[in-house]
Structure formats: structure tokens, C-alpha cells
């Protein structure tokens, strides 16, 4: 149906920057959302930001401003360009597919269900 593979992600010290990608494959000929999540250990899955089909982004306020979202629609791949990292973000970070957030879309995604998630990329930022 839709495969999701992360790639990027590591180690770098506090103030670095990484970027990660989440390449789509499958049927993705449709209108969809795609958004980021992390997990740290012992804390729940957060969200980190989201795209949706038409480019519009949303952020998590611990973020907003130090990363960036952004897509290749010709290589559907989804990109979470990470800047003045801080400890704090280190975590798993995963992509996933949404259910668009609008009502009306162009093309449907007649996905049984929009829970496609990658494998997880890991993050560490030391201090």
C-alpha cells in the first residue's frame, strides 16, 4: 500500500543541525498530509510538525523557528530540516501519513487507513 523510509538523523552537539527524509512509496498518486512525531525515553510520542498537501506547515511550539518542514512532490519524500538542536530533542523521530486536515481535497486517498508510519530515525544531541 504506502511504505514510509526515514533516512538521516545521528549525533551532533548542542546547536548543531540535522536533517532528516521520509521517502513515500506505494500508492501516493492522492492528497495527503504528512507530518513528523518524536518520542524520548519514558515520555510519549509528540508531535513536531506537519505538511500538508498543498505545503501549508504547522510547527510544535518547542520547535517553531529552529526547524524546518518541507516535500519533493516530484520524489515524495518529506524533509525535517533540524537547526540549533538542544538535548531536549533528542529522541526518536518518526513521519507518518495524515488524514488531510481540509474536508475537500483534489484527488482522495482511498488508503484503508492513514496510520503509515517509517521505521524511526534516532537523534542525539549532547550537551
Known amino acids: 500500500e504506502v511504505e514510509l523510509v526515514q533516512s538521516g538523523g545521528g549525533s551532533v552537539q548542542t546547536g548543531g543541525s540535522l536533517k532528516l527524509s521520509c521517502a513515500a512509496s506505494g500508492y501516493t498518486y492522492c492528497s495527503y498530509d504528512m507530518s513528523w512525531y518524536r518520542q524520548a525515553p519514558g515520555k510519549e510520542r509528540e508531535f513536531v510538525s506537519g505538511i500538508d498537501y498543498r505545503g501549508r506547515t504547522r510547527y510544535a511550539d518547542s520547535v517553531n523557528g529552529r526547524f524546518t518542514i518541507s516535500e519533493d512532490s516530484v520524489s515524495n519524500t518529506v524533509y525535517l530540516e533540524m537547526n540549533t538542536l538542544k538535548p531536549e530533542d533528542t529522541a526518536m523521530y518518526y513521519c507518518?501519513?495524515?488524514?488531510?486536515?481540509?474536508?475537500?481535497?483534489?484527488?482522495?486517498?482511498?488508503?484503508?487507513?492513514?496510520?503509515?508510519w517509517g521505521q524511526g530515525t534516532q537523534v542525539t544531541v549532547s550537551s
Open positions: 507518518k501519513t495524515e488524514r488531510p486536515r481540509d474536508s475537500v481535497v483534489p484527488v482522495p486517498c482511498r488508503w484503508p487507513s492513514f496510520d503509515h
